[in-house]
Structures are given as C-alpha cells and as structure tokens.
C-alpha cells in the first residue's frame, strides 16, 4: 500500500473514530492514530485536512480545537467522557474487548458512559460506570449504582 493509500485509511479511520465518539481534540486523535514524536503536528495536519475538505466541524475548546461531524450539546463534557473512553482502550489487555456505551439509561440512573469489558479467553466480563462530577450538583449516585 503506497502513503496515499494509507492516508485514505487513516482519514477514514480519523473520521469513523470521530463519528462513533461524537467530537474528539487534538490530542485525543493523537493519542488514537499518531503516538509518534512529531505526532500532534501530524494529527494538527490530518484534522485541518478534514476541515477544509467540510468533512469535519470544529471549535476551539480549552485552547484546542473539537472536532466533530455534528456538534454535540455538552461538547467539554463529551470531550472529558471520551478521555476515560481511550483510557480504557489503550490499557485494555491483548485478550480483552472493551465495550463503550454513552449516556446509557438505567431508569433510576443514567450514567455518563458504561464500560464493559470482556476478557476473551474465560468469556466473564468486568463492568464499570462513567460519572463526571463538576461539583455542581449533589453527587448521589453511588447508593443508585450499587442498586
């Protein structure tokens, strides 16, 4: 595969990666596509691209710049949720699947995201909640998960 080939992948990548996570920022794509020394520079690249090209939209958050296909409605919140989401893909084990679900409704609760990671070898899963707490508002969930 020549390097024009394997932009098309990796934009397309970049782009699937954005739309299944709603707004990704620069550094966050870096972490997914570019770990190398010179890869923020990359990333900052590859994204003005896409933005040019109108297949991205994006805004300045915290002095850098969110991309997103369609603006989501708490974009720092989204951004902060898809943190911990990488978090647990990078440092998933190799027989281990990680599952991320957004804003997932419990009736009594809903959880800012809901990890669920399977181990593939015994098949058990291990199960975690995703809460941001800005301090804000009263943090009464934990009583409700443990329900």
Known sequence: MNNRQKGY????????????RYALD????????FPTKYGRR????????LYKKGKLKR????????YYIEKPGMIKHTLAVNWVRIWCEKKAKSWEKVY????KDYKILRCDGFVAVKNTVTGGY???????DR???KFDKVEKYNK
Do not use: S
């Open 26 to 33: 620069t550094e966050q794509v870096r972490c997914l596509y």
């Open 126 to 132: 291990k199960f975690y909640f995703v809460e941001l």
């Open 59 to 66: 805004e300045k958050v915290n002095d850098i710049y969110a």
């Open 42 to 49: 990359k990333a900052q690249e590859r994204l003005l691209k």
């Open 135 to 137: 301090g804000t508002n």
């Open 9 to 20: 992948y990796r934009d397309k990548a970049i782009l699937n990666a954005i739309f299944e």
């Open 100 to 103: 991320f679900y957004y804003e």
